[in-house]
C-alpha cells in the first residue's frame, strides 16, 4: 500500500471535503427553513395545507434521493429552467432534509405540553410569538440529537452528488483513483475523512445538546 500516493493528493480530497461540509451545510439550512414552514403548516388546522405538507413529506421520504436529484437535474431543463448541477444538488438535499426535519419538529411540538401554548394565549401572546418565543425554541432543544444525526446522515448523502458531476469528495476521490490506480488508498483516505468529518459533528451536537440542556435548567 503506497501511503505516499495518498499524501500527494491529500490536498485534492481536503479540497473535496470542504465542498461536501459547505454544501451539507448549506442543504441542511434550506432543510431546517423548509422543514419548520411545512411543520407549522401541517400543524396550522387548515386541511388543505396538512394534506399538501403530508403529500410532500410522503415523496421525499419515499423517493430515493438519487432519483429525485436526477429529477432535479435533468427535469427542469425540459420546463426551461437551468440548474446549474451545484444548485440542484443543494436543492436537492435540501428539499430531502426539509422532510425529515419537519417530521422532527412535528414530533417535538407533539412533546411540549399543550397548556403552554394556551396558557401564553391568556397571557395576550400573539399566535406568531407564540411560535417565535416558546413553541419552536423548544421545539429545537428537544430535536438536537435528532437534527445532528439528520445532517450526519445528509452529509454522507451528499456523494451521490457526484453523479451530477459536482466536485465534493466522492467525485474527487473518484477523479483521484482513475489517474493514480490507486483506488484503495483514495477510497480508504476518503473514508477516513468523512469518519473525521461524521466525528466532529457527532461531538458538537453533543455539546451543544450539553449546553442547551444546562441553559434550560437555569
Given at each position: 500500500?503506497?501511503f505516499?500516493v495518498i499524501l ?12 461536501t ?17 411545512v411543520?407549522?403548516g ?31 437535474y435533468y427535469?427542469?431543463?425540459?420546463i426551461?429552467?437551468?440548474?446549474p ?10 428539499l ?11 414530533g ?15 397571557l ?14 423548544q421545539?429545537?432543544r428537544l430535536s438536537?440529537?435528532a ?24 467525485r ?6 482513475a ?6 488508498e ?7 475523512i468523512y ?8 461531538l ?15
Amino acid at each position: 500500500m503506497k501511503f505516499q500516493v495518498i499524501l500527494a493528493n491529500l490536498p485534492f480530497l481536503l479540497k473535496g471535503a470542504g465542498s461536501t461540509i459547505a454544501i451539507s451545510l448549506v442543504g441542511i439550512l434550506l432543510g431546517q427553513v423548509i422543514g419548520a414552514l411545512v411543520c407549522v403548516g401541517r400543524l396550522s388546522g387548515n386541511r388543505l395545507i396538512d394534506a399538501i405538507g403530508a403529500l410532500y413529506v410522503s415523496f421525499f421520504r419515499g423517493v430515493p434521493l438519487l432519483i429525485q436529484l436526477l429529477l432535479i437535474y435533468y427535469m427542469l431543463p425540459l420546463i426551461g429552467i437551468d440548474v446549474p448541477a451545484l444548485m440542484a444538488a443543494i436543492g436537492a438535499l435540501g428539499l430531502a432534509s426539509g422532510a425529515y426535519v419537519s417530521e422532527i419538529y412535528r414530533g417535538s411540538l407533539n412533546a411540549i405540553p399543550r397548556g403552554q401554548g394556551e396558557a401564553a394565549l391568556a397571557l395576550g401572546f400573539s399566535g406568531g410569538s407564540i411560535w417565535r418565543r416558546i413553541l419552536l425554541p423548544q421545539a429545537f432543544r428537544l430535536s438536537v440529537p435528532a437534527l445532528v444525526n439528520e445532517l450526519i446522515l445528509l452529509l454522507k448523502a451528499s456523494s451521490l452528488i457526484s453523479v451530477i458531476g459536482v466536485a465534493e469528495l466522492t467525485r474527487v476521490s473518484q477523479t483521484v483513483s482513475a489517474s493514480t490506480y490507486r483506488a484503495l488508498e483514495i477510497y480508504m483516505a476518503a473514508g477516513v475523512i468523512y469518519f473525521l468529518i461524521n466525528g466532529c459533528l457527532a461531538l458538537l451536537g453533543a455539546l451543544v445538546e450539553r449546553h442547551l440542556r444546562l441553559q434550560g435548567r437555569g
